[in-house]
């Protein structure tokens, strides 16, 4: 079974506007780790956010922000005043427990800023 | 800041051939994977290794081997190339005290 799943294909908006992007996840277990990450058109993967479960604050990093719905196993990506470089693909990732050293990933939303 | 690098960055292989891709590592981090894209797919994990001397299977091992010679260096190796494992493969390193993976460029790999 899928254990991270990212339901968006594809979106589109337009410069300077606000996006989510919607992941959610499986796990059993209490404790675990959400992240997401870009790949830019050359194909770069980089980390950009990580929200701890144990945390109830969402986690920001710049323009990108964290939507953390526990009872729901969701974590959403929030781009604000998106630009033009912000066109990627980005990937939504899982790390179970202290324990655990895999990192699931979903397959991907490719978002496209428009000017 | 954080540094793996793949060799090649792009390989073409016939059918039944050995392939070897390699993974370089400067960061000294202990766990280093080998992942794989296609589209439709996301990222799929091959293998993983904790240290020196150490590999797992990851979610999609069958036709992949890997090994871990030293800290900084790990390999993943195809004995018999099939088309089927036309894909591009990337390999990361994991960082705890930041809990979070670093990613090479990416290996293209394509078998004829």
């Known amino acids: 079974a899928q254990k991270v799943t990212q339901t968006q294909t594809s979106i589109s908006v337009m410069e300077k506007t606000t996006v989510t992007m919607d992941c959610v996840y499986e796990t059993q277990d209490s404790s675990y780790f959400l992240f997401w990450y870009k790949q830019t058109a050359s194909g770069e993967i980089v980390f950009l956010i990580r929200q701890d479960s144990y945390k109830k604050e969402n986690a920001t990093v710049g323009h990108y922000s964290l939507n953390f719905q526990k009872p729901k196993s969701s974590i959403g990506l929030i781009i604000t005043a998106t630009q033009i470089e912000d066109s990627a693909v980005y990937f939504c990732a899982m790390r179970e427990g202290p324990g655990y050293q895999n990192f699931y990933f979903g397959k991907g939303t490719s978002l496209t800023v428009i000017p | 800041e954080a540094a793996v690098t793949q060799s090649p960055r792009n390989k073409v292989a016939v059918t039944g051939g050995k392939v070897t891709l390699s993974c370089n590592q400067t960061n000294n981090h202990n766990n280093m994977y080998w992942y794989r894209q296609d589209t439709g797919h996301g990222l799929r994990l091959i293998h993983y290794?904790?240290?020196?001397?150490?590999?797992e299977k990851g979610d999609i091992p069958d036709g992949y081997k890997a090994s871990r010679p030293s800290q900084e260096n790990f390999s993943l190796i195809l004995e018999l190339a099939t088309p089927s494992q036309t894909s591009v493969y990337f390999c990361a390193s994991g960082d705890w005290g930041r809990n979070t993976l670093y990613f090479g460029a990416g290996t293209r790999l394509s078998v004829l």
């Open positions: 290794s904790y240290g020196a001397g150490s590999t």
